[in-house]
Every structure is written in C-alpha cells, then in structure tokens.
C-alpha cells in the first residue's frame, strides 16, 4: 500500500495512462481526459507550485465545479505537499475568504466564474487555463517527502454565518479508507475486465469527502471512467446514464427519489401505471434476473449497462431503496462523516443488507452509546480541527458522530436520525423522524416530507412538513400514515409546504432548520417573516440585481428587468430545480410572478415527445446516406438548378466541425448547402428543422387513415436516415435539441442551422434568433456563415427549375466568437455575416 496519496496517484495513473478517466459536459458537449493527461496537468501544477516558492504545508484555496482539472489541481497540490483546502462550489464569496483569511492561503485555484472574489495579497490560477498537453512529465517524489501523518486537506463544514471550522484530513486518514475497498474488490477484478471500463456518474461535489472517494480515489483502482454533470434534471440524468453507457450513478438519496417519481410520472402519462404496480407487486420474492426481466422496459431506458445506485449524504429511505431493488437495480448505502474521512460502513453490492447503512469497514470500530449514539474509532478518524481549539475525540479515541443508530446479530448498521433532532416526547420515549417521515412517504399522495420538532407547553410534539402531489385531502393521508405508527409516534400536526421543493444544500439535503422555523412560526402563530419568492431567488441570481418586495403581480419585464435571454435562463433554472419539463410558448407568455406559479402547479402543458434515433451518427446508416447522396440527391439538384460556389477557398485547411448559418427559403435550402460543401463536411452535416413538423410525421395524428401514416412515417424515415435531420422545436424542448447537437459534434459532425426559423417571404431576411446565441457559445466550434442567391426570386416567379448557375451558394469566412459573448450580439453579428455575402 501507498505510504502517501501523492504515491497512490502516481502508481493507479500511470497504470492506465491511454484510457479515458474523465469526462464532464462543457456546454452541449463532452469533453474527456485521459489518466495520462490528468497526470500531466497535475505534474504542471506541481512544477508551477514550485516556481511560486509554495512548498510542503503551505494552504491553497481550491474553488469550482467538478471538473478533471478540479481533480489535476488536488494532486497537483498533493504532489508538491501543499495542503488543499476545497470550497464548495456554491459557497458564497464571503465565506471562501474568510476561509481563505483563516488558513493564511497562499493561492486560489477557481474557476472562470469565480474571478469576481478579489484578494490583493493572493495570487490566483484559473483550472480551465490548465494545459491540457504540457508533456512535463510527473516530477520526483523523492523531492517533496510526504508520510502518512501529513495534512492532505482541509474540509470546512460549517455554515456561511458561524465562524468557519475546518476539518484537517491526513493522507493516513485517506489511505486507510482506500485499503479495505482496495483489498475488497481483488477478488472481483477478474469479471471486471468483461464490463470494462465501469464507468461512473458521479453528481456528488467533489469539496466533500464522499464525493472524492467516488470521483478521485477508488475509480482509479478499476481504471473506471469518471463522468461529471451540474444538471440535475431526472430526465438529463436518464439521458446522460443512457448515452455515456454509465455503469454507476453516484449521489444523494434526493436523486433516487426524484428519478422513481420521474418512472412513476411517466407510466401515469402513458395510462400504465396502474399495470407498472401490478408487475411491481407480482415481482416481490422474484430471483435478481427474474426481476430484470419483468422490468426490461426500464433497463432500456437507462441502457443495459447500468446495473447500481451509490447514495450517501444522508439516509436513503426504504420505500426508495426497495422500488429500485424490486426493478433489479442494486441501490448501496454508504455512511460516514468528513470527521471520519468519508467512509464508516457500507452495504456490499452483491450482499444488500436491506434498510441497512451496511456493515463496518475493518480498521474501524463501532459502538453504541446508552442512548444510542454511534461512537467510531480507527485510523480514519480526522487529526482534528484547524487551529486545535477543539479536540475531536476523547481519551479513548472515541468520536462522537451525533448520529443515533442500531446494529443487529449481522453487524448491519441502521441509522435512527441526528440525535438532535430526536423528539422526546411528554412520556419520555424518543420519537425518530426518519421512522415517521417513511411512513409519510409511503403514502402515494406525498411527493416528499420533513418531520421537525414544535416545543410547546414546556413539550416536544412532531410536525409533518409534507409536499404533496396534487391537490390531496391532507388530513386523510395523515390518518392513513398515522395507522403504521406506534400510539405515541402519531402525527397530529402537520403542514403544507408552500413551494413546490424544499430548501436545499448543495449535497441535495433539505434544510431543515429552515423547516423548522417555518413549522414553528405557522403553528405558534408567527406569521412567517420570509416572503421570498423562490422564483425571485432564480430572478436575482441570472440577472445579478437585489430584488426585493415581490408579489404574484411583479411584472417580469418591467419590475425584474427581464430580457429574453433571462427568460431563457429562467425557464432552465426553474426546470432544474422543480424537475419538469415547462413550454417555452406557454413561459414566453407569462407576464408576472404569479403567472409562473400557475405554470409551476400544474398549468403547462405536458412534455412533446421528441427523437432522436442515435442509429443515424454511426455506420451502416452514414454509408447508405452518402450513397444517396450520389444516387439521389445530385442528380435531383442537378435537374433543379446547378449552383455555382463562391467562396470555397475559405474553408481551406479547416478540419470541422462546424455550425453552419444559412438564410432559409425553401424547404430544398439543405440540398443546395449540402452541394456546396466539400465531401469532409457535406457527409458529416446534420440538420436542424422544425420539431412539430418532423414529429407529426414519425407520430401521424389519430384521424390519419392507416396509408396516410405509413407514408407520412417513410417520410420521416428517409428524412433523419438520408438528411440526416433532427427536430428543433419552437414551443418546447429545444435544450434538448441542442444537446442532440452537441453530441453529434462530439461524433465529428457538423451541424447545418436555419437561424430565422422560418422561410422569408420577402426576400429580406427575418430576424436571427437568440437561440442561434446560445448554441454557439455552447458547442464552442467555428461558425461558418452560408447564403442562397436567385432561389426566392425562382420561388416567386412560381418556376421549379433553374439554368446551371442561376442560383448562387456563398461561403462566407469561418467566424470564432470569445466564450461567454452576449447570445443576442452573437446572433446579431451572425445575421449581419450572413447578409454581408
């Protein structure tokens, strides 16, 4: 075993250097990273650490998203033995600097979006700067000596208004969580070789410990593939498991849960999910393969070779964990602290415990307290605080997690709730809120719950906070709840919260404190103070004003300021946080607060389907459509009109991808783009057209007569297999439009968009569309602005054939915008080139 994490790093990267390590969404596109590569960037920082004079000991801030060069700037301090000190990504700047004040750092690594903090007496690097190829090499251990007693980190945990306490982690306490899942998972690297490379979605923040053992510490033993994602969206994160061939998604029990209600959601607006329940029932006691066999339809959705969960964070509750093990999916529970370096116990994937936190790791020991609170002791167990103002353990080593639990004959470990938040009840016996919220939760009407604890009259009584589905007889799925709990666990107070999703940390974990004092001053009879719309909260973060005193008839646009592309922003960041799917026709015409609302509770209509064959990127569908192209296509623009091509000289020495802009008049503009573009690019093109057009012709409307469908259903056929087309919607669903395109350009291809969204008719060109903005800024390619001549002038004079050369294709000159430009002068600017031609 490694005597220091540096050592761990360079012996499991350097082992699978020419495979692929991670790999993160960057816009609408896939960026990846081989081991070698992030090896590479981590000796540069190293060496550049050097150069600085930052040695062994010395404090560096390190302040972003997830990201490969998030992990290369954690080595890369490891390696100089300099001592990370990670921030969540969400922390405000506030508290990074008075973090940054406390441990006397010496340099920030951050991301781009970070730049704004300020420190004049702190030098910073940017990790997208990172060089992606330096070749430097690793640099020589034997320079920076490093032994297990070493302080590799160090984690803060507190919140934003206390002052900071900061968790000191050595390479020991890692490397002794490393040795048992080193050591446990020999026996199966043999079979592992069958499904390689296992690859991860990992969604938890690599700032906290438990993300880093899954996105940092253990895929390296494996040679896994890391895959990182902001998008928390159930069905992005469906997409993302199907299309990446994910293995292993890694995050929070809020996830599980909201991906169940996305299942659950989806057979009820397909009429199956009455017929869903009754397999769900017949499938109890069923053998593992039985049970994916019943479920086939879901292993589909997700791909076939996604086979677990991962959820730590907090507890997974059992209604959650047992849906996705009934559907053969198995859903692992870890526990564990930053105190004790992430991992105390966790479930065996092949030896569920059921409703169990899992067993304990060796090197650990586990016992009870009197009143049940797990005490852990072992090499795992944090050096203690930065500062040393407080001591972590007693005089016997014991560290005192505040957590109640349970263990049973097996040595499973149960999780009972924060001792804190245990209510005492008038007779002296604890009531558990986890045991009270499950059986909340396994009432169909309720979407999520919190219990909290109201003192009054000199007692603690439990109050359900519930979130429910639909407009629900409240009282009676109380009652309902109350019929599984003991006489004196029973709710008699509960509460409706008022928004569509609790308040939340950047781990997914409710608020509960915030719970509390809402409970408590609507029971007590204090009106609550905060009148914080959720949705100002959203308003004020994309557009970066204080808003304050907001009403269901603040004014979007002439209150808040809104433009259209915080519209646009707006609808993304409400969709992620509500998880569903809203019309951009239906938003684009709410005016108020109060008319999101409405959309919010259930007004907006129902997501369009729309699809996306990925059969068409690949082989034997793009050698069938280049032969097309030569037995159909030329000879069909060749009787049309010929067209002759200007400005193919400036596309020399251009590779691709490309976006490619042109004027839209006629529903034939792609033929003639697709002749003017040399073979490179002409048989690596796909095509943007409207989404409500393309989708009525694979899904015909009910009154079509059977001929009609069939022809209508060949038409799309031959429309995405030999144009190679995909839909853009107008009303909603267009992100998704844009994603397909960003997967395509990671295939190689080039993407042909009709910015105006409609054909002229005029002959005067309409206005771009911000959207055009977006997307560029999002797939970060050359764009190459392209315009037809002649073709409206045959079109009004009613003539479907031109003379060779009467119509005209002008290539324009290969555009590059800066990242981050403003959407609507990217689309100006597009519009004005194209005009230009």
């Known amino acids: 075993m490694a005597e220091s994490l540096s050592q761990f790093f360079l012996e499991n990267f350097e082992s699978h250097r020419g495979e692929r390590a991670y790999g993160q969404r960057r816009g609408y596109r896939m960026e990846w990273f081989t081991y070698s590569q992030v090896l590479e960037m981590a000796a540069w920082l190293a060496k550049e650490l050097r150069r600085r004079g930052i040695g062994k000991g010395e404090r560096i801030m390190l302040w972003g998203e997830n990201s490969a060069e998030w992990v290369a700037a954690f080595f890369g301090c490891t390696l100089r033995g300099a001592v990370v000190v990670p921030m969540d990504d969400a922390a405000s700047a506030d508290f990074a600097l008075r973090v940054a004040r406390q441990v006397e750092a010496r340099l920030w690594l951050l991301s781009r979006k970070h730049l704004s903090i300020m420190v004049a007496d702190i030098p910073r690097l940017i990790l997208e700067d990172f060089p992606k190829a330096s070749h430097s090499g690793a640099i020589d251990l034997l320079e920076v000596p490093i032994v297990r007693d070493d302080i590799l980190q160090i984690v803060f945990t507190s919140g934003t208004t206390a002052e900071p306490k900061g968790v000191v982690i050595t390479h020991g306490n890692v490397l002794a969580n490393i040795a048992p899942f080193e050591k446990g998972m020999r026996p199966y690297l043999k079979y592992e070789r069958w499904v390689h490379p296992v690859r ?44 990446e061939r994910v293995s292993v998604l890694v995050s929070v029990p809020r996830v599980l849960q909201s991906l169940k209600q996305k299942i659950e959601r989806d057979m009820e607006d397909t009429g199956k999910l009455d017929a869903f329940r009754k397999r769900f029932r017949s499938s109890e006691g069923k053998h593992f393969l039985h049970r994916w066999w019943i479920f086939r339809d879901i292993h589909r959705q997700f791909g076939w070779k996604f086979w677990a969960f991962i959820s730590g964070g907090a507890a997974l509750d059992s ?51 009197e009143d049940g609170e797990i005490l852990i002791r072992g090499a795992g167990v944090a050096a203690g605080y930065w500062g040393g103002t407080q001591k972590l353990t007693n005089d016997q080593g014991w560290y005192r997690t505040g957590d109640v639990g349970a263990l049973d004959e097996a040595g499973n470990l149960y999780f009972k709730g924060r001792k804190k938040e245990v209510i005492v009840a008038p007779a002296g016996l604890n009531i558990y809120p986890e045991d009270l919220e499950t059986s909340l939760r396994a009432q169909p009407e309720v979407k999520d ?3 909290v604890g109201i003192e009054r009259g000199g007692n603690a009584e439990p109050c359900a906070v519930v979130i429910f589905r639909s407009n629900a007889d409240g009282q009676k799925v109380v009652d309902r709840a109350n019929g599984s709990l003991a006489d004196f666990q029973r709710i008699r107070l509960w509460l409706k919260w008022p928004e569509e999703d609790f308040p939340r940390t950047s781990t997914q974990k409710p608020r509960r404190r915030m719970i509390a004092d809402f409970a408590a001053n609507e029971i007590l009879g204090h009106p609550n103070p ?27 646009d002439s209150d808040l300021g809104l433009s259209s592309l915080d519209r646009v922003e707006l609808i993304g960041a409400l969709e992620d946080r509500y998880q569903l799917d809203l019309s951009e026709t239906r938003f684009s015409a709410a005016r108020t607060i109060g008319d999101i609302e409405k959309l919010l509770r259930g007004d907006a209509p129902q997501k369009a389907a729309y699809h996306y064959p990925q059969c068409v990127l690949r082989w034997p569908v793009s050698w069938i ?27 020399r020495g251009l ?20 002749t003017a573009l040399p073979p490179r690019f002409r048989f690596r093109l796909a095509t943007a057209t409207g989404g409500e057009a393309l989708e009525k012709l694979r899904t015909p409307s009910p009154d079509r007569n059977w001929t009609g469908k ?53 002959g005067q060109m309409n206005p771009f569309r911000a959207g055009i903005g977006l997307l560029v800024n999002n797939l970060n390619i050359p764009v190459l602005p392209m315009r037809i001549h002649g073709l409206f002038e045959l079109k009004q004079a009613r003539k479907r054939f031109a003379p060779p050369g009467k119509i005209r294709v ?23 080139a194209v005009e230009a031609l």
């Not at 097309?628 to 067209?643: D, E, K, V």
């Open 200 to 243: 991860f979605l990992n969604l938890l923040p690599l700032s906290h410990v438990f993300g880093q053992f899954l996105g940092m510490f253990l895929p390296p033993l494996l040679g896994g593939t890391v895959i990182f994602q902001e998008e928390l969206k159930p069905s992005e994160i469906a997409n993302t498991i199907h299309n």
């Open 319 to 369: 209604e959650t964990e047992e849906f996705w093990g009934r559907l053969g999916y198995a859903a692992i529970q870890g526990y564990g602290l930053t105190e004790t370096t992430s991992l105390i116990s966790v479930n065996h994937p092949f030896k569920l415990g059921k409703r169990s936190i899992g067993k304990v790791l060796p090197g650990r020991e586990v016992k009870l307290a």
């Open 655 to 674: 590779k691709g991808p490309l976006l490619v802009v042109c004027n839209h008049i006629d529903d034939v503009d792609v033929g003639f783009v697709q």
């Open 710 to 762: 069939i022809y209508d259903r060949i038409q799309w056929t031959l429309g995405v297999s030999l144009l190679n087309l995909f839909p853009l919607p107008r009303e909603a669903g267009f992100r998704q439009s844009f994603a397909y395109a960003g997967r395509a350009v990671d295939r190689g291809y080039s993407i042909l968009i009709f910015p105006e969204g409609r054909h002229t008719t005029t």
């Open 810 to 832: 002008h290539i324009g000159r290969p555009i590059e915008f800066p990242q981050h430009a403003e959407p609507e002068q990217i689309a100006r600017a597009l519009r004005q």
């Open 625 to 651: 459509r280049s032969l097309a192209h030569y037995l159909l296509m030329r000879p069909a623009m060749l009787l049309l009109g010929w067209p002759r091509i200007e400005g193919r000289e400036n596309l």
């Open 449 to 451: 719950c919190m219990v």
């Open 530 to 556: 905060s009148t914080q719309s959720p949705i100002l909260d959203l308003v004020s973060r994309i557009t970066g004003k204080t808003i304050t005193d907001v009403t269901a008839g603040t004014n979007l």
